[in-house]
């Protein structure tokens, strides 16, 4: 009894987790995928005639919603072209950390995408904080030798406390992808809580049992 529980303690707080120890991003868990859209105006040499040339898709808390086809499902990140996709990093693996070097926010990391040339993509993500939410991330950098992919997104979310600090982020401009974070207490918190009751009763129940089973005997 007591080891089940704890194992689903363990899966609720798994699922319970988006972002770390002092930023909370669950308010970014939305139903549609954020899209930083094909043709998006860009400079990199991977890009053709100065615009992306594909679309791509990212989630923050959970895998790709509406964005699933092909390679992108059980993705954080996922890049789409006609009639292909490949995935950035698969969610499983996304781990996150307090950003560094002076920059208030988080960083995001996923793995084992998409094979190309044998070779796994992955992605890191830095979410910074800002005065005004960005729809989508801005694509920075591909290191050709790794198939890692960076991205910046400055978000309200990722200021103070996060979410738990600033309460629902307001949405940032119209755009593809755009969506406002609403706050509330996720599945896994609930699990915890209910996770947490039960084993009191458990507990304090088996130590009345085992009171009144004494008693009878003495």
Known sequence: MIALLFALALVASAEALCGTAKKNLSCMKVPKDFELPINTPCSLPQCQHNKLPWSIFFQVCQELQTETQQYCAGSMACQSWPGETASLGQYSTVTYQDATGGIDGVVVHAGQGTVANGIARSMVLTIECAATSEPYPTFMHEATSTLEYSFNWKRKEA?????EGSGPAP??????????GGKGMSLGGILLI?????IVVYLVGGMIFMAVVKGARG
Do not use: L, N, R
């Not at 200021?159 to 979410?163: S, T």
């Not at 949405?171 to 406002?180: A, L, N, T, V």
């Not at 209910?194 to 039960?198: G, H, K, N, S």
């Open 171 to 180: 949405p940032g401009p119209p755009g593809p992808g755009s969506h406002g």
């Open 159 to 163: 200021c103070g406390k996060g979410c």
């Open 194 to 198: 209910v996770i947490a009751v039960v």
